[in-house]
């Protein structure tokens, strides 16, 4: 039976890397995929469940799915922490869903649509500590020149206001022969970005090698003929060790790009949130990476409005971000999600006064994202080129500083066609609060 299949994926990388699974087992059994949904006979969504906003984008990209089911649409399959999390909330409310996979089952995807043909309404759930699934296919749907990797996944770190380990289990390293496999690959393919993840890659290995393996990855990473960045994500400041820094000192492959996750630093408040250290160890960490590791970017993201926050404490955070400067951040307002211990915590603050506390986070990076934005004018940058913007009529891309879908982008005129996926050097003529624009380098 000729059959189309749609996807929607939504939420973070890690679920990206599920959807890109799924792609490739239904791709190896025949199916077809489709991008539009309008032509597909089967609509997979792969749902987020981490905070109230992305519980609602989900619901309602699965609402607007459902309506292709008036049309072509033969079969609504719900997967991700949605459905892990609110299986029978989901089976109730939306009729639409012929079947709900959890975080665990995934790999199972051809399965259930083959039973959700022959008229069963699989529901398939409480499986996320499995293993990572080995050898299975993967289409890389990130533009071919950069690619995730999923090193582990679950979390043991049990932060108070986060519900990841009741949606995806506990922390799970991958073998590390397996990761490289896979690394080889995507390097195969053409994948010559290769972006770290896992909900703490600092951890990895810790379960299955009793140790903290992650320094010695990231070299074997390396060493892959093909591979040009190596990029980590979620890097947990009390783990990252003497070896981990060196191997970002020692590396060139490895983009001098950290992104660690701080989320405040008024010490009563990271206690209340679970979180391990001090604002002292912060500060102390943040200097000793800054004059270790030239020209490092630091990325990292803070939560306004936990509940207890005083006043006073955010303006602590208020003034940490500004004197610490990070080159990138981001400031989500508190979210109080059921089931976490943070929800029950006393203190619980408007809404109006956390997206306040958030923006005024925003306003100020904004200032600091301007100045480290002006002294990249007239140096040159490496930049992986990504595509070619039809209105300004300029390539763009990223540089080492700038990680996909969250980051700033580079835009570079050029006086001969450039290869996509390409590696050019830019001089920088122009800069706003978070892109920049040069001209491309003819080489010599």
Known sequence: MSCKIGFVSLGCPKNLVDTEVMLGILGEEGYEIVSEPSEADVIVVNTCAFIESAQEESIQTILEMAEYKKENCRLLIVCG????????????EIPEADAVVGTGDYSQIAEVIKQAFSGKQPVLYGHMNRPEPEGVPRVVSTGGASAYLKIADGCDNRCTYCIIPKLRGKYRSRKMEDIISEAEALAADGVKEIIVIAQD????????YGAYCLPELLRKLCRIEGIHWVRVHYLYPEVITEELIAAFCEEDKIVKYMDIPIQHCNDEILKRMGRHGSKQELCSLIGKLRSRIPNLVIRTTVIAGFPGETQEQFEELLQFVKEMEFERLGAFAYSQEEDTPAAKLPGQLSQAVKENRAEQIM??????????QKNMLGKQLK????????????YFGRSYADSIDIDATVYFAAEEEVELGSFVTV???????YDLTGKMENPN
Do not use: F
């Open 363 to 372: 306003q100020a990076q904004k200032r600091i994202s301007r100045k480290h």
């Open 383 to 394: 930049v992986l080129t990504e595509g070619y913007n039809l209105e300004n009529l300029m």
């Open 201 to 208: 890659t600092t951890r990895y290995g810790i379960d299955l």
């Open 427 to 433: 001089t920088i003529l122009d800069a706003d609060d």
């Open 81 to 92: 922490c949605l459905a892990e999390r609110y299986r029978d909330e989901v089976l109730k």
